[in-house]
């Protein structure tokens, strides 16, 4: 098991910029992918983006290409989100997870999940 602690949602404007952390402990953070996921209110689950265990491969969500950048520091067990060019419909509690098995580009298998941060976009 890995707990997670996700902090630097808050508001701001489109065009702007935020940048997500997830600080984690527990087990070897090197051993787990690590992903983002958002909700909106009314909506699923989205699969944002997912960053292997050694962070050598990323994947991203069509929507975010080009905006959204995840990274980790498995020396200081943490995940980040840098968020840019933000829009409303970025909009959303977003959910840092992990998994230690599994592909780390599928949505399935992410097991540990913290307690989400939300972002806002306004127009």
């Known amino acids: 098991q890995v707990q997670l602690v996700e902090s630097g949602g808050g508001l701001v404007q489109a065009g702007g910029s935020l940048r997500l952390s997830c600080a984690a402990s527990?087990?070897?953070?090197?051993?787990?992918?690590m992903g983002w996921f958002r909700q909106a209110p009314g909506k699923e689950r989205e699969f944002v983006t997912a960053?292997?265990?050694?962070?050598?491969?990323?994947y991203y969500t069509d929507s975010v290409k080009g905006r959204f950048t995840i990274s980790r520091d498995n020396a200081k067990n943490t995940v980040y989100l840098q968020m840019n060019s933000l829009k409303p419909e970025d909009t959303a509690v977003y959910y840092c997870a992990a998994k230690s098995i599994g592909y780390y580009a599928s949505s399935s298998g992410y097991s540990n999940w913290g307690q989400g941060t939300q972002v806002t976009v306004s127009s």
């Open positions: 960053v292997s265990g050694s962070g050598s491969r990323t």
């Open positions: 527990g087990r070897t953070f090197s051993n787990y992918a």
